[in-house]
């Protein structure tokens, strides 16, 4: 076997690993979220399985002859295949309880299952090549370094070309898929010209190979995961696209008896985005808060900053009260996705692709309105809660200009909630908070807060025209619970003021990310979660 095959194969294959290491991260978002604890089980699953491998490929390579060594060298994709091949067909049925079980050791566990095989046979690898390589002349070191340097390099590459050439483009399945593929076709490759002396794992490597390959080409799972029924409700999976910042979807709910649809909702990665009654009409309360809220705080209002599009409902009911909008999200495909698939039209809106915190900070100073509507995986990222986001986002706005903002709580921990309020109100002076009342025990609610650059709030004479009486009804309770904090506020003693410097949002909110992940794993079948 030529050297020069052996080394693209350790090149290709710790492109595979790391991956394989980074795709595991997305696969399991929509059922454990993205939290430190996830991707702590996903290195330390890793690192262990890469330490074994090197160990047992080392123990290997001293118990066997230099044929079975490139024999078992050239199979490893192959048998790395395998495991993954079931993985592909098994994964959601093992995940699903897990997460509803317990998200942290759940997540431990899902990582095992679907990294720790492969992980372990493909970094035996190296230290078999190491050997095969020692009984040449070789260097000093036996070709260790020179093996190792190949592999390193080939993991920065598979980095960029998941990252960059294939997440974006192909589901998350589709990408573990395709790497599966390049697994087994390495070993049939290398095998070819061995497939009379080593016919067992020659085919072996050819089964592999066209197992993967009828998966990729049939659609799996993901085939089979277009409708699902629970309860009573089918949910039915009318259009997915997959993007930089997790897979889109919108779902149609269905009555199981009567066959007539419910709603539909636009989800990303399992979080709902927004939800649209069975005319199509936007139905989430979040979309009414923020748009007649802002009109009765600003009822002369002019132009509005849009932060956080997601199904694009709030920057079209403002350019339908005739402002200007200028719309930001970090995400360019959920603009089009809405477009084809939620009848979103962006005419009249000026949109522009950018972080939020990017956006506030360069903005045009001159708005009446800013909403802040910004959410990824299980809630809203920590650079966006802080006194100097909020900052700018005043800078942002014209005297007596005014900012809504849409967030989640527990009802049962307040404390990240108390955390958010006390920071804005050291920004803005005074904090108007409100919160939908629920009876589930889930204690999540949603949550708004609704400040003015330059004095008070004042009563917010909001109006119901045209909403749906439940929504009017949902509205007006949720308005009663209204709350006003003022910087220095008793109430808020012991809340932190966030800032870049110190940040605590993650350590508070994340029980209540938690709750959220939980709920949504226990409340939407497997086949919304498989992306």
């Known amino acids: 076997m030529q050297p020069k095959f052996l080394f693209a194969k350790i090149l290709i294959t710790g492109g595979i690993v790391l991956g394989l290491e980074l795709v595991a991260s997305r696969i399991l978002t929509p059922f454990f ?103 040449g002349e070789g260097q000093g070191d036996r070709g260790a370094g020179h093996v190792f340097f190949v592999s390193t390099i080939g993991s920065v590459l598979g980095v960029f070309v998941v990252a960059y050439g294939m997440l974006p483009f192909v589901t998350n399945y589709q990408t573990v898929a395709i790497l599966t593929l390049a697994a087994a076709a390495l070993s049939v490759t290398g095998l070819w010209g061995l497939r009379r002396t080593q016919r067992r794992l020659f085919l072996t490597s050819l089964a592999a190979f066209l197992i993967t390959f009828t998966t990729l080409c049939s659609g799996g799972l993901e085939r089979f995961s277009q409708t699902a029924s629970l309860d009573g409700v089918i949910w039915k999976v009318t259009a997915s696209a997959p993007s930089s910042f997790g897979n889109l979807k919108t779902v149609d709910l269905i009555d199981e008896k009567s066959k007539m649809k419910m709603s539909r909702l636009l989800l990303n990665d399992g979080m709902t985005q927004n939800v649209y009654d069975s005319l199509g009409r936007p139905s989430g309360l979040y979309t009414f808060m923020l748009e007649r809220l802002a009109l009765a705080a600003s009822p002369d209002a002019r132009k509005a900053l849009v932060l956080g599009i997601g199904g694009g409902t709030v920057p079209a009911n403002f350019v339908a009260d005739s402002m200007e909008v200028h719309a930001v999200d970090i995400n360019h495909r959920i603009v089009d996705f809405s477009r084809q698939n939620l009848g979103l039209d962006t005419t009249g809106m000026t949109l522009e692709i950018a972080d939020a915190r990017t956006a506030a900070r360069n903005c045009s100073h001159d708005y009446d309105i800013v909403t802040v509507d910004l959410f990824r995986d299980d809630g809203i990222p920590e650079h966006l809660v802080t006194r100097e986001f909020f900052a700018d986002i005043k800078n942002c706005l014209k005297d007596q200009g005014v900012m809504l903002m849409n967030t989640f709580m527990s009802t049962a921990d307040q404390r990240p909630e108390f955390a958010l309020v006390q920071t804005i109100a050291s920004v803005f002076g005074e904090v108007h908070f409100a919160w939908e009342p629920k009876d589930d025990q889930t204690h999540l609610t949603s949550a708004f807060i609704v400040v003015r650059k330059g004095g008070p709030v004042g009563p917010l004479d909001y109006s119901t025209n045209n909403m749906p009486a439940p929504m009017i009804a949902t509205m007006n309770a949720t308005m009663r619970t209204s709350c006003v904090f003022k910087a220095g506020d008793p109430a808020l003693k012991g809340a932190p003021i966030l800032t870049d410097i110190s940040n605590q949002w993650k350590n508070l909110s994340h029980p209540v990310e938690l709750s959220y992940r939980t709920a949504i794993a226990g409340f939407i079948p497997w086949q919304m979660l498989l992306n």
Do not use: H
């Open 33 to 135: 979220g993205v939290s430190l604890f996830v991707w702590s089980g996903i290195l330390s699953v890793t690192l262990l399985a890469l330490a074994l491998g090197y160990k047992g490929g080392g123990i290997l390579a001293g118990r066997v002859s230099r044929e079975q060594s490139v024999a078992l060298f050239l199979a490893s994709g192959a048998l790395s295949a395998l495991w993954l091949d079931l993985c592909l067909w098994t994964y959601p049925f093992i995940f699903a309880p897990l997460a509803q079980f317990d998200l942290v050791f759940g997540s431990i566990l899902a990582c095992v299952y679907l990294l720790f095989v492969p992980l372990v046979v493909l970094s035996a690898l190296n230290p078999l090549l190491v050997s095969l390589l020692s009984a």
